[in-house]
């Protein structure tokens, strides 16, 4: 009969504390509720309409380059010309 | 009724745990692969449709650039200035062409905004001064100004600016009512004049930006 109550006294021993138990079911809870949290929560973005989002200001550029007139005029031609006539008393 | 024990208890929840977990997992991964597979069985059916105000512009000809060149001070009609257009189309010093380059400068028109949203607008624009954008050189002579323009005929409505003026980085008024429908009566377009100076710095002139904004109106 000892031997009985000692067996039985050590299987005791030998399980699991209350505060491990205490810990495993707010662990359950919580992933529970945050599990559906985040179920519920995809399901209404899926749900929700699409928000169009225009655009209330836009930005234009105006541009322009002055450049040297005389830019990539390295060399310069010129021409002369004339004409030789005839003298008329000859 | 037989007591279970702690260790059976910790067995039962951690279990609980894999599997809520594991669900959770299969129904996000099946929202993700959600799609209308049905058909209905019955035809009458109610829609609901709810329009949004929006409030939008977009400027789908945002650049207006003159390109490289100088005041071709040889013809007379350019001593002074060249006077660029960027307007329904390019006009140069009313058509004396001043404005050369080496190669022929490119022929800009002007900016363009449609009303893309679902309410009519007012719209406001905001430019670089002259003095700002020719970087204090040309004075006085040195201009840049703007003037709006019906792109398609009766889109704005009143509050046009029809007339050159200045920029003064300020929010000037371009158009008081900008239609947003039809859709063939929602188009405004912005003109651009500059004045380029005869002598002006050899350099490049552009400003950091031209805002357009709109705001519901009735």
């Not at chain 1, 655009?55 to 234009?60: C, F, R, T, Y």
């Not at chain 1, 005389?70 to 031609?77: P, Y």
């Not at chain 2, 380029?196 to 904004?213: D, H, K, M, R």
């Amino acid at each position: 009969m000892e031997e009985q109550i000692q067996q039985v006294v050590e299987k005791k021993e030998e399980d699991l504390p209350k505060s491990i138990i205490v810990i495993l079911v707010v662990l359950a809870v919580a992933i529970s509720i945050l599990g559906t949290f985040t179920v519920l929560n995809e399901i209404n973005r899926l749900n929700a309409a699409p928000v169009y989002e225009g655009n209330q200001v836009q930005s234009g550029k105006i541009s322009l380059t002055v450049i040297d007139p005389k830019e990539g005029l390295a060399t310069a031609t010129g021409k002369v010309t004339f004409e030789i006539k005839k003298n008329g008393g000859n | 009724m037989v007591d279970i024990s702690n260790r059976t208890l910790a067995l039962l929840l951690v279990t609980a745990i894999v599997v809520s977990l594991g669900f959770t997992m299969f129904s996000l991964n099946k929202i993700d692969q959600a799609s209308i597979t049905g058909r209905a069985l019955t035809q009458p059916g109610n829609v609901t449709l709810n329009i949004q105000d929006a409030t939008s512009i977009y400027l789908y000809k945002s650049l207006v650039d003159f390109g490289a060149g100088y005041v071709n001070t040889t013809k007379a009609t350019c001593a002074t200035n060249a006077t660029l257009n960027a307007s329904y189309r390019y006009i140069d010093s009313n058509d004396n062409d001043c404005w050369v380059g080496t190669t022929e400068p490119p022929r800009p028109t002007g900016l363009a905004l449609e009303n893309d949203g679902n309410r009519n607008v007012t719209i406001t624009i905001k430019g670089p001064t002259p003095a700002g954008f020719f970087q204090g050189q040309g004075a006085p002579i040195a201009n840049i100004s703007w003037k709006s323009r019906n792109n398609e005929t009766g889109s704005c409505v009143s509050g046009l600016q029809a007339t050159f003026i200045s920029f003064d980085s300020t929010a000037q008024s371009a158009c008081g009512r900008l239609l947003f429908t039809p859709s063939i009566s929602d188009d405004l377009a912005i003109d651009i004049q500059v004045i380029i100076p005869a002598g002006l710095p050899v350099g490049g002139y552009s400003n950091s930006t031209i805002e357009l904004t709109a705001a519901a109106v009735g």
